[in-house]
């Protein structure tokens, strides 16, 4: 079998209906859920609804389409584009159907396929751009599906954007040759400063920088987009990072990055691993600093993905230094931190009414000293604390909590691998906490919560931390047995 495309026997087009009228005849809800539909266009709305329900009374008063309050009449299709037969009535519906051929004007039967001329789209609508999704009426389901999927991949600004390139489109034709230099202005438009300004809501920004692009021949300056990639599964990034991972023309990537986030970059985007994991050759943080610095002074779109959230323990406090330093433009892009990850997988609640009101986010590192960290006396008052980095401090933060006056009692959960299937969990209390440092069988990442919430979390698939209190070094080789 080839896989050759069968083809279309409906093929679609764009229909000018600017000032033009729309024909509906229908009372109910399939006359409405079109004319939500062509209501997307300046089409004018000619509903002829005898006795409309409720819903479609109230779209028509909003919406300001034409109201025809009469029994069905071949006469109300005149002069229309389209004519849609939405009665609910097959009779009916055939009489318009007859109507609109004798005045060859194309028309739709809702739901009944074989009296139509053309069919209507799943539309995504980012005017003046649109996306039409056709199945020849095969799939309405299939067609809302796939809507919704085109709809996540495309910026709600897009339409803003493709408005802003009409305006230029005749200033782009008289200053620069047909072909490469237009082609690159035009490049330099969609994924360079004017769309990352409307983006960010900052039209005359946008107008400012597709200015400067058409005047000066400078290559586009670099963008570096610090980008959490979430705390491990893949589905947990945001849309905005899969769109700057889609345009992207280098990735530089931490170890803890997921291999599956990065693959989603654009398929010709290089990738630059400069994460800090055993084993892998990695940069230092001035080395990684200069990598940025020199990316973006060569004019390239940069995603410097991080773990979890970017300014979490992610080190950006001095990439985002340096390119300030450096006149280089960059923006954040937010990600699920692993706290968060860890709390959903417990299904522990991270504040607790009449429990619990305040978090911290700790490294618990900084107890080396002989004064409390304010972290562990906001613990001591009923502060959830998430520890990062914590395993190889978790006899020193538990004992020092205890000596502080935090009960031994207190609730602790521990998630190694958090988000991802491989994920374990733990719970236990503070006394227990220590025990953490001796697992060797634990070898992904780790985020310790401790805290009263704690004890709101769901402890059905997790395991006793103390189970391996006193095992120290054998761990490994009694893993997964039970007390
Ligand atoms: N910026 C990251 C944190 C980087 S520090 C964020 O916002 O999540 C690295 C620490 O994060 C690890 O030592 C571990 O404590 C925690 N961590 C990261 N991913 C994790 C995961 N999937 N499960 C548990 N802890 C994780």
Same mark, same amino acid.
């Given at each position: 079998?080839?896989?050759?495309?069968?083809?279309?026997?409906?093929?679609?087009?764009?229909?000018?209906?600017?000032?033009?009228?729309?024909?509906?005849?229908?009372?109910?809800?399939?006359?409405?859920?079109?004319?939500?539909?062509?209501?997307?266009?300046?089409?004018?709305?000619?509903?002829?609804?005898?006795?409309?329900?409720?819903?479609?009374? =109230?779209?028509?008063?909003?919406?300001?389409?034409?109201?025809?309050?009469?029994?069905?009449? &071949?006469?109300?299709?005149?002069?229309?584009?389209?004519?849609?037969?939405? =009665?609910?009535?097959?009779?009916?519906?055939?009489?318009?159907?007859?109507?609109?051929?004798?005045?060859?004007?194309?028309?739709?039967?809702?739901?009944?396929?074989?009296?139509?001329?053309?069919? =209507?789209?799943?539309?995504?609508?980012?005017?003046?751009? $649109?996306?039409?999704? &056709?199945?020849?009426?095969? &799939?309405?389901?299939?067609?809302?599906?796939?809507? &919704?999927?085109?709809?996540?991949?495309? /910026?709600?600004?897009?339409?803003?954007?493709?408005?802003?390139?009409? /305006?230029?489109?005749?200033?782009?034709?008289?200053?620069?040759?047909?072909?490469?230099?237009?082609?690159?202005?035009?490049?330099?438009?969609?994924?360079?400063?004017?769309?990352?300004?409307?983006?960010?809501?900052?039209? /005359?920004?946008?107008?400012?920088?597709?200015?400067?692009?058409?005047?000066?021949? $400078?290559?586009?300056?670099?963008?570096?987009?610090?980008?959490?990639?979430?705390?491990?599964?893949?589905?947990?990034?945001?849309?905005?990072?899969?769109?700057?991972?889609?345009?992207?023309?280098?990735?530089?990537?931490?170890?803890?990055?997921?291999?599956?986030?990065?693959?989603?970059?654009? *398929?010709?985007?290089?990738?630059?691993?400069?994460?800090? *994991?055993?084993?892998?050759?990695?940069?230092?943080?001035?080395?990684?600093?200069?990598?940025?610095?020199?990316?973006?002074?060569?004019?390239?779109?940069?995603?410097?993905?991080?773990?979890?959230?970017?300014?979490?323990?992610?080190?950006?406090?001095?990439?985002?230094?340096?390119?300030?330093?450096?006149?280089?433009?960059?923006?954040?892009?937010?990600?699920?931190?692993?706290?968060?990850?860890?709390?959903?997988?417990?299904?522990?609640?991270?504040?607790?009414?009449?429990?619990?009101?305040?978090?911290?986010?700790?490294?618990?590192?900084?107890?080396?000293?002989?004064?409390?960290?304010?972290?562990?006396?906001?613990?001591?008052?009923?502060?959830?604390?998430?520890?990062?980095?914590?395993? /190889?401090?978790?006899?020193?933060?538990?004992?020092?909590?205890?000596?502080?006056?935090?009960?031994?009692?207190?609730?602790?959960?521990?998630?190694?691998?958090?988000?991802?299937?491989?994920?374990?969990?733990?719970?236990?209390?503070?006394?227990?906490?220590?025990?953490?440092?001796?697992?060797?069988?634990?070898?992904?990442?780790?985020?310790?919560?401790?805290?009263?919430?704690?004890?709101?979390?769901?402890?059905?698939?997790?395991?006793?931390?103390?189970?391996?209190?006193?095992?120290?070094?054998?761990?490994?080789?009694?893993?997964?047995?039970?007390?």
């Amino acid at each position: 079998m080839s896989h050759a495309p069968s083809k279309l026997n409906a093929f679609p087009v764009f229909v000018r209906v600017e000032g033009a009228v729309a024909a509906i005849v229908g009372n109910g809800e399939e006359a409405l859920a079109k004319a939500r539909l062509i209501g997307q266009s300046s089409a004018v709305l000619r509903i002829i609804a005898d006795d409309a329900e409720p819903g479609l009374l =109230t779209f028509i008063a909003q919406s300001g389409a034409v109201h025809i309050e009469a029994a069905y009449d &071949g006469v109300h299709l005149e002069g229309a584009v389209m004519v849609f037969a939405a =009665t609910g009535t097959e009779a009916l519906d055939r009489r318009v159907v007859a109507d609109a051929r004798l005045l060859r004007i194309p028309v739709n039967a809702v739901d009944r396929p074989e009296l139509c001329d053309f069919f =209507t789209p799943a539309l995504v609508n980012r005017a003046p751009v $649109a996306i039409a999704i &056709g199945t020849e009426g095969a &799939g309405p389901v299939l067609a809302q599906m796939l809507r &919704g999927r085109i709809d996540r991949m495309l /910026s709600p600004s897009l339409g803003a954007l493709a408005a802003l390139a009409a /305006s230029f489109r005749g200033a782009a034709e008289k200053l620069l040759p047909k072909g490469n230099a237009r082609r690159r202005f035009w490049n330099d438009f969609f994924a360079g400063a004017p769309a990352r300004a409307v983006e960010a809501g900052q039209l /005359s920004q946008a107008h400012d920088a597709a200015v400067d692009l058409l005047l000066s021949n $400078a290559p586009a300056l670099g963008h570096i987009a610090l980008v959490g990639a979430g705390p491990g599964a893949e589905d947990l990034l945001t849309l905005r990072a899969h769109r700057l991972l889609m345009e992207a023309d280098v990735i530089v990537y931490d170890a803890l990055v997921p291999e599956a986030v990065v693959a989603m970059g654009r *398929r010709d985007a290089e990738r630059l691993a400069v994460g800090k *994991r055993k084993g892998c050759h990695s940069k230092s943080q001035a080395e990684i600093n200069a990598l940025l610095v020199e990316l973006g002074r060569e004019g390239k779109r940069v995603v410097r993905l991080k773990s979890g959230d970017p300014l979490v323990f992610g080190r950006a406090g001095e990439e985002m230094a340096v390119l300030r330093d450096a006149g280089i433009a960059y923006e954040v892009v937010p990600g699920v931190t692993a706290a968060f990850a860890a709390a959903a997988d417990f299904e522990l609640p991270l504040t607790l009414r009449g429990v619990s009101s305040s978090m911290v986010f700790t490294t618990g590192h900084d107890l080396k000293g002989n004064s409390l960290p304010d972290w562990a006396k906001l613990a001591i008052s009923g502060a959830t604390v998430a520890v990062y980095m914590g395993r /190889s401090v978790a006899a020193e933060v538990a004992g020092r909590l205890i000596e502080a006056g935090l009960s031994p009692d207190t609730a602790v959960a521990v998630v190694e691998n958090a988000s991802l299937r491989n994920r374990r969990r733990f719970h236990g209390t503070l006394a227990d906490l220590p025990s953490l440092e001796a697992r060797v069988d634990l070898t992904g990442p780790v985020m310790t919560i401790i805290g009263d919430a704690v004890a709101g979390a769901n402890f059905e698939r997790s395991e006793p931390l103390a189970a391996h209190k006193h095992e120290g070094a054998s761990i490994a080789a009694t893993e997964g047995v039970q007390p």
